[in-house]
């Protein structure tokens, strides 16, 4: 839990852009689907600049992205201190 008392889960961390131009770990993660045990999540990093004009807070990863990737990790959240 932060200090604003607000719970915060993480699963995946981003960890840049490898050399093949896919990215490490989730950038933009989206359309999350759990299956056997597993979360399976889309890294959908789209450089909306050219879409909207406007600059996404990952914008200057998303267009480095040329190799989209989905990520898959055991479904296994871990609880959270002060949640019963």
Do not use: C, E
């Amino acid at each position: 839990m932060n200090p604003s008392g607000r719970v915060i889960a993480k699963l995946g961390d981003f960890d840049g852009i490898d050399a093949h131009g896919a990215p490490r770990g989730l950038l933009f993660p989206a359309s999350p689907v759990l299956h056997d045990g597993f979360l399976y999540v889309t890294n959908l990093s789209l450089d909306l600049k050219a879409a909207i004009g406007q600059p996404a807070v990952d914008g200057p990863w998303a267009a480095q992205v040329t190799r989209h990737t989905v990520s898959r990790m055991p479904a296994r959240i871990p609880p959270v201190q002060g949640l019963p």
